[in-house]
């Protein structure tokens, strides 16, 4: 398997100037690249391509031997490869007919990430292994940078990639033929519900409560926002304001990041099979607003709504989910969700009277009567379990 491992980084004060140069250089490589993709079309209509700019690099290397010919050939090259990744997902869209989304410059606050694609190439893990307590990781033009190893790396490090998130430094380990870690059987089995009242409802009625980190620090991050739009752009209060807001942000992101976690370990511990519903949440929370012709309905209570998913985090939940039942050895079954929360699970019968409120399911049909999460979710484990079987058939 293929994992990766992230460490917070500990600089001192030159490695984080040298940190914050590299990034800067590289911001600047890309955006001067994607300017070069942008003139020649315009005005000659030629496409440059990725071995085009790659090749380049070495003189522009040695025309600046104190900016960039300071870091890594390779990690250029990979910046390199990043617009052109954006490229071809830009024509990808086009062609699928939908919304474009040209390759835009990036900002100072837009691009927070160097990778190295090759260990010992340009940058080195564990670079002073004989030292007894503490791990180093060496960048080329900053130096061996302590790190903050919380756990044990497993595998074989792949790729090194450092990111910059507020005023913190990570180092991010890509990681091949990471070894499985397989759980006890324990032969049960499960369907699970994604909900907002609950994170996760499952087919014998546990639950997870949805922690609702962002509308937790909804406040503060009101604060400081108004704070910030007070700010004269471009002086130095503004810019400690913004750093204020990115806090918030980040804080919010790891809570609902240690939640996503916890929940999953717990359900792959629990179960052999997990069914979950095939989401597609980026349908779920599209705005209702509609255009000026045809204007939406319900507006602000669909904006509360997708507000209100989007901070449940069930797209990061089930990301990690599918992660830790792989290096458990637990199978993940995803089903359409289509009518799950209008069938009855006793008789099947389905009809949208038969979810009387949020909460309440009533069989109009049966009578029969249930959390209207846990019968959904009984549900999602009978389609699971009919796919599975049809599988195995097959």
Known sequence: MRRSFKFLLRPTARQ????????????????????????????AGVS????????????????????????????????LRRLDKAFRAFFDRVRAGRAPGFPRFKGRG???TVEWPKDGDGCRWDSQPGHPTVTYVRLQGVGHVRVHRHRAVKGRVKTIAVKREGNRWFVVLSCDDVPAEPL?????????????ASLVTTSDGGRVVNARHQAATAGRLADAQRDLARKKRGSKRRRKAVARVAALH??????????????????????DVIVHEDLRIAN??????????????????????????????????????????????????????????RTCSRCGHSARENRVTQAAFACTACGHAAHADVNAAVNILRAGLALRQAAQAA
């Open 48 to 79: 440059v391509r990725y071995g085009d700019q790659s090749a380049e690099l070495k003189h522009i290397r040695a025309d600046d031997p104190d900016g960039q010919g300071r870091w890594s050939f390779s990690s250029q090259q990979a910046t």
């Open 284 to 341: 779920m929370t599209r705005s209702a607003a509609g255009t000026i012709e045809a204007p939406g309905r319900n507006v602000a209570a669909k904006s509360g709504l997708n507000r209100s998913i989007l901070d449940a985090g069930w797209g990061v939940f089930l990301t990690i989910l599918a992660h830790k039942a792989e290096s458990a050895g637990r199978e993940l079954i995803a089903v359409n969700p289509a009518g799950t929360s």
């Open 184 to 196: 006890p059987a324990t032969s049960a089995v499960a369907g699970i519900d994604m909900g907002v």
């Open 16 to 43: 984080a100037a040298a940190l914050a140069a590299c990034l800067e250089d590289h911001r600047t490589l890309y955006n001067a690249a994607l300017e070069h993709r942008r003139t020649a079309y315009a005005k």
């Open 110 to 112: 837009r691009f927070g």
């Open 250 to 271: 980040a804080r919010v992101r790891r809570q609902r990041l240690d939640g996503a976690h916890k929940a999953a370990l717990a359900l792959v511990t629990a179960y």
